[in-house]
């Protein structure tokens, strides 16, 4: 049997609205979010959705889940030096980001939870640290309370990367808004998408002004007009602007939001009542406090070598198990090297910080130990059936 592996979770579900939505901006011939013949005003749209959704009052469209990560630091004067504490497990773009504002990720160990282990983030905090981003990795927060707790005591921003959990909730709050900012991202593989794109949410509006003169190229715009295009007050920024298109994909998407959670979250609902009777596999742990996008199953094994067991024999199935990773982003080149674009090599020239993959143990014991399986919405009852008789095939073969 064949069994649906697309991770593109959102994309699935691309259909009638997002081809109408699509087909009226053409028309409309405005494909600028701030002016045209007949501008639809499909960004702000999207923006006031968004704030409605998450409950929050500012939101900025922006072009993708990096540039909002880069804009939340932007947003909070996080660069030069700066420390910003992180887990290596997760994709590259939440350190690049950090770099990019001249800002230096520090890598803090996960838990068995696959996200930072809060018990570890007090004892990598210095005098440079300025802020501790809490990435919500496969649908699922971070324990939030703990780390607000230490932000307090340190007096730290929480940038939350929800790129892989947007409407995932934590204590029944968004994700996304628990700390100060919460930068999102629509690329195709997200719970919702318009390709590449992506969104930072706050309720603090002076990080939400600042970061919004950066992404229009440091220009203050009132509305649609941009005054400093005359008068010359722009200040140091970037482009960073959404277009009306890449929202008319959003905001059809976003209206399916719930839609999406629930298929998710019912297909993951087969899979945990089987793994609840038995005791033999042990899944990723989920906080009381959470309720998960559930993207993918993670389970967790003794050892490597019955992990590379289980893989092996759902790949002799047919069934696509795989690791998340093979390695930590602490360990890729531009940590490992500390290899900054420029010939000054900065910004790895203003710290100290030594990167070593040892540095977090439990990371690299857990990748090699957990098995991942992407939920694909195309899945049917029928995938769903037969990969459980082989699970419990393995089951009877090893117990
Ligand atoms: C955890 C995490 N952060 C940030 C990003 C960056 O998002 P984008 O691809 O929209 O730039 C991703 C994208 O996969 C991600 O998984």
Same mark, same amino acid.
């Given at each position: 049997?064949?069994?649906?592996?697309?991770?593109?979770?959102?994309?699935?579900?691309?259909? +009638?609205?997002?081809?109408?939505?699509?087909?009226?901006?053409?028309? %409309?011939?405005?494909?600028?979010?701030?002016?045209?013949?007949?501008?639809?005003?499909?960004?702000?749209?999207?923006?006031?959705?968004?704030?409605?959704?998450?409950? &929050?009052?500012? &939101?900025?469209?922006?072009?993708?889940?990096?540039?909002?990560?880069?804009?939340?630091?932007?947003?909070?004067?996080?660069?030069?030096?700066?420390?910003?504490?992180?887990?290596?497990?997760?994709?590259?773009?939440?350190?690049?980001? &950090?770099?990019?504002?001249?800002?230096?990720?520090?890598?803090?160990?996960?838990?068995?939870?696959?996200?930072?282990?809060?018990?570890?983030?007090?004892?990598?905090?210095?005098?440079?640290?300025?802020?501790?981003?809490?990435?919500?990795?496969?649908?699922?927060?971070?324990?939030?309370?703990?780390?607000?707790?230490?932000?307090?005591?340190?007096?730290?921003?929480?940038?939350?990367?929800?790129?892989?959990?947007?409407?995932?909730?934590?204590?029944?709050?968004?994700?996304?808004?628990?700390?100060?900012?919460?930068?999102?991202?629509?690329?195709?593989?997200?719970?919702?998408?318009?390709?590449?794109?992506?969104?930072?949410?706050?309720?603090?509006?002076?990080?939400?002004?600042?970061?919004?003169?950066?992404?229009?190229?440091?220009?203050?715009?009132?509305?649609?007009?941009?005054?400093?295009?005359?008068?010359?007050?722009?200040?140091?920024?970037?482009?960073?602007?959404?277009?009306?298109?890449? %929202?008319?994909?959003?905001?059809?998407?976003?209206?399916?939001?719930?839609?999406?959670?629930?298929?998710?979250?019912?297909?993951?609902?087969?899979?945990? =009542?089987?793994?609840?009777?038995?005791?033999?596999?042990?899944?990723?742990?989920?906080?009381?406090?959470?309720?998960?996008?559930?993207?993918?199953?993670?389970?967790?094994?003794?050892?490597?070598?019955?992990?590379?067991?289980?893989?092996?024999?759902?790949?002799?199935?047919?069934?696509?198990?795989?690791?998340?990773?093979?390695?930590?982003? =602490? %360990?890729?080149?531009? +940590?490992?090297?500390?290899?900054?674009?420029?010939?000054? =090599?900065?910004?790895?020239?203003?710290?100290? &910080?030594?990167?070593?993959?040892?540095?977090?143990?439990?990371?690299?014991?857990?990748?090699?130990?957990?098995?991942?399986?992407?939920?694909?919405?195309?899945?049917?009852?029928?995938?769903?059936?037969?990969?459980? %008789?082989?699970?419990?095939?393995?089951?009877?073969?090893?117990?």
């Amino acid at each position: 049997m064949k069994i649906p592996n697309n991770p593109f979770i959102g994309t699935n579900y691309i259909g +009638f609205k997002e081809k109408i939505n699509v087909l009226k901006v053409l028309n %409309s011939k405005s494909l600028f979010r701030y002016h045209g013949p007949k501008l639809l005003f499909m960004t702000d749209k999207l923006e006031n959705m968004l704030k409605k959704y998450l409950n &929050v009052k500012y &939101v900025l469209a922006c072009t993708n889940g990096a540039s909002a990560l880069k804009l939340s630091c932007i947003a909070y004067g996080i660069g030069n030096g700066d420390e910003v504490i992180m887990s290596p497990f997760t994709f590259i773009a939440s350190a690049s980001s &950090v770099l990019a504002c001249g800002a230096i990720p520090k890598f803090v160990d996960i838990d068995e939870t696959m996200n930072i282990d809060p018990k570890k983030i007090e004892e990598a905090i210095t005098k440079k640290t300025k802020a501790i981003m809490c990435i919500h990795m496969q649908g699922q927060c971070c324990d939030m309370n703990p780390i607000l707790n230490i932000a307090k005591k340190h007096n730290l921003i929480i940038i939350e990367d929800t790129a892989q959990a947007f409407g995932s909730e934590y204590d029944n709050k968004k994700s996304g808004i628990i700390g100060n900012i919460g930068a999102f991202s629509l690329q195709a593989g997200k719970t919702i998408t318009c390709g590449e794109g992506g969104f930072i949410a706050t309720n603090d509006y002076e990080a939400y002004q600042k970061a919004k003169d950066f992404h229009d190229n440091g220009g203050h715009r009132i509305g649609c007009d941009y005054p400093t295009w005359t008068n010359g007050g722009t200040s140091y920024g970037e482009n960073y602007k959404m277009t009306e298109l890449q %929202s008319a994909v959003a905001v059809a998407q976003l209206s399916k939001i719930s839609k999406i959670i629930n298929r998710q979250n019912k297909l993951f609902e087969y899979f945990e =009542n089987y793994f609840k009777n038995i005791n033999f596999y042990t899944m990723r742990p989920n906080l009381s406090t959470n309720k998960n996008i559930n993207v993918s199953i993670c389970l967790k094994f003794k050892t490597d070598v019955e992990c590379n067991d289980f893989i092996k024999f759902m790949h002799e199935n047919g069934i696509p198990f795989n690791k998340y990773c093979t390695k930590l982003i =602490n %360990s890729y080149d531009v +940590f490992k090297k500390k290899q900054g674009p420029h010939k000054s =090599n900065y910004p790895f020239n203003l710290t100290d &910080v030594q990167y070593s993959e040892s540095d977090c143990p439990r990371a690299i014991e857990l990748i090699n130990q957990t098995a991942w399986f992407n939920l694909s919405s195309q899945l049917k009852c029928k995938h769903v059936k037969y990969i459980i %008789s082989k699970m419990e095939d393995f089951r009877v073969e090893r117990q």
